[in-house]
Nanobody, 123 residues
């Protein structure tokens, strides 16, 4: 499984970005797709996920601001990020794996990871 994330950049607080993650190199039938982020000096944390059936799940800090969607025809997952805050600044990673409701927020549930894309939100 190979994942390629893109779409990061520098944006002012209140702005928007859309991250993309294209998967290749395997079958993703039944796979969930997740987004994680790692801020400077901190551990990598779960942001949100979308199941194979389209069910989404978000960490409380991004609910109502971030939206994850998927296009199975192109094996691409998107994360629309609105109303960005300086505390959203991080490297964002996409991931894919055979996740379930009980483990979709755990890093070890995912088999493949993208290289990360930097998101910087200025105040």
């Amino acid at each position: 499984v190979q994942l390629q994330a893109s779409g990061g950049g520098l944006v002012q607080a209140g702005g928007s970005l859309r991250l993309s993650c294209v998967a290749s190199g395997g079958s993703f039938s039944g796979y969930g797709r997740g987004w994680f982020r790692q801020a400077p000096g901190k551990e990598r944390d779960f942001v949100g996920s979308i199941s194979w059936s389209g069910s989404t799940y978000y960490v409380d800090s991004v609910k109502g601001r971030f939206t994850i969607s998927r296009d199975d025809a192109t094996n691409t997952v998107y994360m629309q990020m609105n109303s960005l805050k300086p505390e959203d600044t991080a490297v964002y990673y996409c991931a894919a794996g055979p996740t379930s409701l009980g483990n979709r927020n755990r890093q070890n549930s995912y088999e493949g990871w993208g290289q990360g894309t930097q998101v910087t939100v200025s105040s």
